[in-house]
Structures are given as C-alpha cells and as structure tokens.
C-alpha cells in the first residue's frame, strides 16, 4: 500500500507559503506580507496565464503556491494559502479556524482507514500462512 502524504503533529514542520508577483509592486506587496518569492519553477493554469498577460499590462498580480498532498483534499494547505490572502488583502477576514479543524477530521479519518488497511493486510498473510 502506498503512502499517503499525512502531517504529524509531533514531527511536521510548517510548510511556507511562497507568491510570484506579476510587477514590482506586487512583489513589495508580497514581501511586506512575508511570503517568500518562489526563485525556481514554472507557473501552469490559471495563474501563469495572469502572472504573463498582466505583467505586460502592468496589473498586479500575486499567485500564491504551498506544498500539498496531492492524494487526499488538503485543507491544512487551504488555510495557509487562505491566511496569506488575509495578510495581504487587508480590507477583509478570513476564518481560517473551520478549515484547521476540517484538517484535523480528515487526518483522523486517513489514520483509522491507514490502521484498517494494516490490520486487513495483516489478517490476510495470516490466514494465508496458517
């Protein structure tokens, strides 16, 4: 069984949230927000496709990007990438608390069913072993 990307509390270390500007006033912007700028990489989607086009146009543009589990909903990464916005849009508030405990339910939920499929594994060898 293949390993699902999962956060332990105890051993986790908080992943940064890193932005890509579009002018050099969204990079001040950005860095007045402490996101880190993201130095290597490509940009896809949406969000190239505004970085590129409103560069030109000189319209402000930030696209935000944090590490994520691509294999189960990430919603520990949502509020990160959801509290940055909050930073940097300063007219507006955004709860983030409800996402942090829908994290915390899915977590729960991946660990029983990770512990289910241990336990049926573990069963099968057995009675295949008897």
């Known amino acids: 069984m293949e390993k699902l990307c999962l956060y332990e509390k105890n051993n986790s270390k908080k992943t940064r949230v890193y932005g890509i500007a579009s002018t050099e006033r969204a990079r001040k912007e950005q860095k007045d927000a402490h996101i880190k700028q993201l130095t290597l990489g490509m940009i896809y989607g949406v969000g190239g496709v505004l970085l590129n086009e409103d560069r030109w146009d000189n319209f402000d543009v930030i696209t935000l990007l ?36 829908q994290s915390k339910k899915v977590e729960d939920q991946v660990k029983m069913f990770r512990k289910q499929a241990d336990m049926s594994q573990t069963d099968a060898y057995k009675a295949m072993y008897r």
Not at 67 to 85: K, M, T, V
């Open 66 to 101: 944090t590490e994520a589990c691509p294999d189960i909903p990430d919603s520990l990464e949502a509020a990160r990438i959801l509290e940055s916005i909050d930073i940097l849009i300063s007219h507006i508030k955004i709860e983030t608390k409800p996402l942090y405990q």
